[in-house]
């Protein structure tokens, strides 16, 4: 039997180094006279994204335990053995059952039982402890952003650049700079596009092989193969903001940031905006003719006689094929074309909301958001006392089941507790959705203007939307579309609607 120690650091945290661990575990060993026999490290792994299985120490250890080698184990704190609450409970479960006398080395970490009150309060803990490794996560893509912001490349470099590493005050800094040679290749594309001789991107390759030059492949600084340009490679380089020293980057449930870099441009901005004026006209005419017809409002259109929807469908006029959105009801006449459609409805809800900005509904939005507030905050009170009445209970109880020895009445108090917890957690999503319910209704009255702006822009970068973001913004503003022989009714989605909607999910 044998006293060892268990050290985990995860990538971007320093303040919780191995060393640091290490130096804690020898010096609780000291205060309690016990000698480390093993160590079990497991440097530079995140328990929030690596399962426990894959943590080579942390299985050695289990086996050791296995096996009855173990006997004192010394551990940092609780969240060096897991950062997800049911790995968590696994651990404690299996430590439990070997009965490990587990010993914290950070101040403050309270010990570890295996009562039954001791279970309770380990699976308080392991809510806790997955709730901080969120919040540590999220430290870090912070840092990730305020790096990239402080313009530290991070990311695939493309065709022309390399990074290079330089030592300031002690720290390795890592720069993105040109690479010669390759650069200038970068800027002649630009230049043959810009210089409207060629007509594709097809010709641009072609021409690069008669003059057989080369695509170097490059990996970790080595020219590992040649070979010859692809018309992907040339749209890569013909597309991306970073020639004109502009990095872009989206960030995982933050949004899109932009950094610029100081000396690496090869283009200027109007340059490379031209440029991107031009591209989709230089994919080939082949592509292009292959291109459907895209029905966006699918699902939103309907005939005023029969309330259905309409159908999309390509049919022949005078030779050319025309999409229509039509009734099944060939009686119905109830037909339009999809680009007159498509149009009518963008140019009809770009005056909507621009006017609705301007006609000052923001007083009737706030009169809206301020009673809706009100109730969702008087909502809130309750749930929070609510959570409080029931974490009281739940300390009574405690004290209750510390204070009888009865071991059947002990067992009836584990129970209620446990039921306790469930209950106060069912309560916490509630009061958590209310928070974000209020949050929306708190944004409300940006939404007219937002809107309004949103569309501008949208509608003039129109040409490079995806067919599915176009959708997409077709359901956020329309409701719905009624088509008659002789007319065409468009139902915006107002925002004073849209709240509506929202406040009939708080009623049930
Ligand atoms: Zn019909």
Redesign the pocket.
């Known amino acids: 039997m044998r006293t060892v120690a268990y050290y985990r650091s995860s990538t971007n945290l320093q303040e919780h180094s191995v060393e640091m661990q290490k130096t804690m575990a020898f010096k609780t060993a000291r205060e309690k006279l016990l000698v480390i026999e093993d160590q079990y490290p497991d440097p530079f792994i995140s328990a929030r994204q690596v399962t426990m299985k894959d943590r080579p120490e942390l299985k050695r250890l289990m086996d050791d335990i296995k096996k009855g080698r173990v006997q004192n184990l010394l551990v940092y704190k609780r969240d060096r053995l897991a950062r997800l609450a049911t790995e968590y409970m696994h651990i404690y479960r299996f430590l439990k059952e070997h009965q490990v006398n587990v010993i914290f080395t950070a101040d403050n970490e309270h010990p570890l039982s295996y009562t039954a009150v001791g279970e309770f309060f380990e699976v308080l803990m392991a809510g806790v402890i997955q709730r901080e490794g969120e919040q540590i996560a999220k430290r870090i893509r912070d840092s990730k952003i305020s790096k990239f912001l402080a313009k530290q490349y991070a990311g695939k470099v493309p065709f022309g650049y390399h990074i290079n590493k330089h030592v300031k005050e002690n720290e390795v800094q890592e720069r993105i700079v040109q690479t010669p040679g390759d650069i200038e290749i970068a800027r002649e594309l630009y230049d043959l596009v810009l210089s409207q001789h060629f007509e594709s991107l097809n010709e641009i390759k072609k021409y690069f092989d008669r003059q057989e030059l080369s695509r170097k492949v490059v990996k970790k600084g080595q020219v590992v193969k040649e070979r010859n340009w692809e018309v992907a490679d040339i749209y890569n380089i013909l597309s991306n903001p970073l020639y004109m020293g502009k990095h872009i980057m989206t960030f995982e449930g933050a949004g899109e940031f932009e950094a610029t870099y100081e000396g690496i441009a090869i283009v200027t901005v109007e340059e490379w905006e031209k440029v991107q004026e031009l591209l989709p006209n230089m994919i080939t005419k082949r592509e292009r003719d292959k291109e459907k017809i895209v029905y966006h409002m699918e699902g939103l259109l309907?005939?005023?006689?029969?309330?259905?929807p309409?159908i999309a469908k390509d049919r022949m006029r005078q030779g050319v094929n025309v999409g229509m959105y039509e009734?099944?009801?060939e009686?119905?006449n109830?037909k339009v074309r999809q680009e007159h459609v498509e149009t009518l409805v963008l140019e009809r809800a770009k005056t909507f909301f621009s006017t609705m900005v301007m006609a000052n509904i923001n007083d009737l939005i706030e009169r809206y958001r301020s009673t809706n507030a009100e109730r969702l905050q008087r909502q809130i009170k309750t749930l929070s006392s609510e959570i409080e009445e029931r974490k009281n209970q739940m300390v009574k109880r405690a004290d209750q089941y510390l204070r009888t020895s009865d071991t059947s009445k002990k067992g009836e108090l584990t129970d209620k507790l446990l039921k306790l917890y469930e209950q106060t957690s069912t309560v916490q999503k509630e009061y958590d959705a209310f928070i974000d319910l209020l949050a929306e209704v708190e944004a409300l009255s940006a939404r007219p203007k937002q809107l309004a702006d949103n569309l501008a822009e949208f509608l003039e970068t129109m040409q490079e939307r995806e067919p599915d973001e176009i959708r997409l913004l077709f359901r956020d503003i329309v409701a719905c579309v009624d088509v008659s022989p002789k007319c065409i009714d468009i139902t915006f989605k107002h925002p004073y609607v849209v709240s509506k909607d929202v406040l009939t999910d708080v009623a049930t």
């Open positions: 309907f005939c005023s006689v029969c309330k259905e309409l009734c099944t009801h009686a119905h109830c």
